[in-house]
């Protein structure tokens, strides 16, 4: 099978668009399929052109969807809306990560009706294609002969929660760590964990979540993380290939092309 695979697409639809045309998705004749590793909506405004795309891809199996941790954070924000609406949307952490225009975007609605009305809005998002269909969709890993695909890293021994962890030992059982291990998981900076010798043996683990100019930056000494040289293409190294081009900075999305044997019974979680 040949697939394509992006992450943290983050709602920038034409920009996801551009990049699967110029690696000749839409012109491919063989069978395929799209894996998208995490984050599909926040920062972007093409919420709605995105969601179309991805049900009408659902629709035809031809895409495989790996949760995110902003798609927790969706999740998150419309389980407590009330208590946000009350807070004020502005002074949240789902303001700056984009959560609250997500969810203004596909309810058609304004920040003053969601905070009047939030219950409405969290019934209305409860109602909606993403939570009806996408969501339940989402996988926490997806693995072939080859590769595993996930959003930040494999589940790990690690010295701190989720983007604190700075420190990774490897856990031989991540497959079936529970809900909370794939929370943090989510995360983490594969990039870290993978030259921790956090990897899966003879596999390549495929991720985003964490800006792919982090490796090129620390490891190969290639510019800024942001700034002066920063290169937000796809980052390579044993065990790891990191995609997060950090789209809302770079204005790109990266996508590569990979061809393995599937292993669908592997694939139930």
């Known amino acids: 099978m040949k697939y394509y695979v992006v ?5 920038f639809y034409d920009l996801m ?13 063989a069978p395929h399929k799209l894996i998208i590793c995490g984050d599909l909506f926040d920062r972007g405004k093409q919420s709605k052109e995105l969601l179309e795309f991805v049900l009408g891809l659902l629709k035809k199996d031809e895409v495989i969807l790996i949760r995110g941790n902003h798609e927790d954070l969706l999740v998150d924000f419309v389980e407590k809306l009330p208590m ?18 997500t969810v203004r975007d596909l309810t058609r609605s304004t920040l003053t009706k969601m905070s009047i009305q939030p219950e409405a809005t969290a019934a209305g998002m409860k109602r909606s294609e993403l ?24 589940p790990s021994i690690a010295n701190g929660i989720g983007g ?15 809900a909370a291990g794939w929370y943090f998981a989510r995360w983490y900076n594969g990039m870290l964990a993978a030259h921790q010798g956090v990897i899966e043996p003879g596999k390549t683990i495929v991720c985003g979540h964490w800006h792919a100019s982090f490796g090129h930056s620390r490891y190969e000494g290639k510019g ?8 937000f293409s796809p980052y390579y190294a044993d ?7 950090c789209t809302g900075h770079s204005k790109m999305v990266n996508c590569i092309v990979l061809e393995d044997d599937d292993l669908p019974n592997t694939n139930e979680t």
Not at 7 to 11: K, P, S, Y
Not at 17 to 29: V, W
Not at 225 to 231: K, M
């Open 17 to 29: 668009i551009k990049a699967l045309t110029e690696k000749g998705y839409f012109t491919d004749a």
């Open 7 to 11: 992450a943290d697409v983050h709602g």
């Open 131 to 154: 939570f009806k269909t996408v969501l339940p969709a989402m996988k926490n890993y997806y693995e072939t002969k080859n590769y595993i695909f996930v959003h930040g890293w494999i």
């Open 164 to 178: 604190n962890a700075s420190f990774f030992q490897f856990n031989p059982e991540w497959r079936n760590d529970d």
């Open 84 to 101: 946000y609406a009350e807070m004020g949307f502005q002074y949240t952490h789902h303001y700056s990560n984009g959560t609250v225009h």
């Open 224 to 231: 800024a993380e942001f700034g002066a040289g920063e290169d």
């Open 239 to 245: 065990g790891i290939i990191a995609l997060d081009a």
